[in-house]
């Protein structure tokens, strides 16, 4: 035993190199507690080729249940940041709440099925869920994508510094003290882009009812922003929900799908225009990192 100590060195002589070369250990950590083990293991004349170390945890692979798909790993299905992510930095967004009207979701939910058929690719927003996958199951379609809660942007996701987060929680809740109820239509089924083109979205976009409300809305949080040292919204503001999106500029297949669709229904409510659905608004929130802020709450 005693010449394979000479030969090939104790754990702990090992494991202090590693860590006067890499970095000062970590109290607590495994290093740490290792160093101090074979300390005493030596004391009582112990080696640790005696005392072998417990086997490290499995991979997170082999604990995910057999037959579920990590889609937010997957190369189709991860989503790219529109800025890099740096430390210390948190992502802003500001936006109206939205639910589709229980009554509506059926209609959508056709139409969304028509959409996948024609468009091949696509994923629904925030979940990053296959539409195909999705389509194959009606209560699957109607709760996972059409049951949860959609945003109508008020101003664009940027990153922030944690010392600016107060500040502009302020004084949006100042801004925004008193906000009347509205009601928000959506007619139209369109196409976005986002600036960097990596990814296409297929929207519902607000043209007549809210309109006016939401442009004004917009123009106050730009104030907030350039107060703040953030990019404004866009010059020409669109309001809209995104439901679906697809990987790059697929504008084009999107655009013709819809068309097609637009030719070959007769039933206004799946039209590609016209009235789709209204509802009424219930107040701002805004998204910094992980945590939700109310910034007000809409009165009648």
Request: glycine share 8%.
């Amino acid at each position: 035993m005693e010449m394979l100590r000479a030969t090939y060195g104790s754990d702990s002589e090992v494991d202090g190199a590693d860590d006067s070369a890499a970095a000062p250990p970590i109290v607590g950590s495994r290093s740490s507690s290792v160093s101090s083990r074979s300390k005493a293991d030596s004391g009582n004349g112990r080696s640790n080729l005696e005392q072998p170390e417990p086997l490290p945890p499995p991979p997170l692979d082999l604990l995910q249940s057999p037959g579920v798909l990590d889609f937010s790993s997957t190369a189709q299905g991860s989503r790219i940041r529109s800025f890099p992510h740096v430390e210390g930095n948190y992502a802003l967004h500001v936006y109206i709440p939205v639910a589709i009207p229980t009554t509506m979701k059926m209609p959508v939910a056709l139409f969304v099925k028509r959409v996948a058929s024609l468009v091949p690719g696509l994923y629904a927003v925030d979940i990053d869920y296959p539409l195909a996958e999705l389509c194959r199951d009606d209560l699957k379609l109607e709760q996972m994508l059409l049951g949860r809660e959609f945003h109508v942007s008020l101003g664009r996701t940027v990153p922030i510094k944690v010392h600016q987060i107060d500040s502009i929680v302020a004084m949006l809740r100042q801004k925004f003290p008193y906000q009347r109820r509205y009601s928000v239509e959506f007619n139209k089924w369109n196409v976005f882009v986002n600036d960097e083109q990596t990814r296409s979205f297929l929207a519902l976009e607000v043209l007549g009812g809210g309109l006016s409300e939401i442009t004004k809305q917009i123009h106050i949080v730009d104030v907030i922003y350039r107060l703040h040292g953030l990019p404004e919204f866009y010059k020409n503001p669109r309001p809209h929900i995104s439901l679906l999106w697809g990987l790059g500029d697929t504008s084009d297949r999107l655009k013709q799908g819809l068309e097609e669709i637009d030719r070959c229904n007769k039933n206004a409510s799946l039209s590609c225009g016209g009235h789709i659905f209204s509802c009424k608004t219930s107040g701002i929130e805004c998204k910094i990192g992980k945590k939700t802020y109310s910034i007000c709450k809409f009165l009648d």
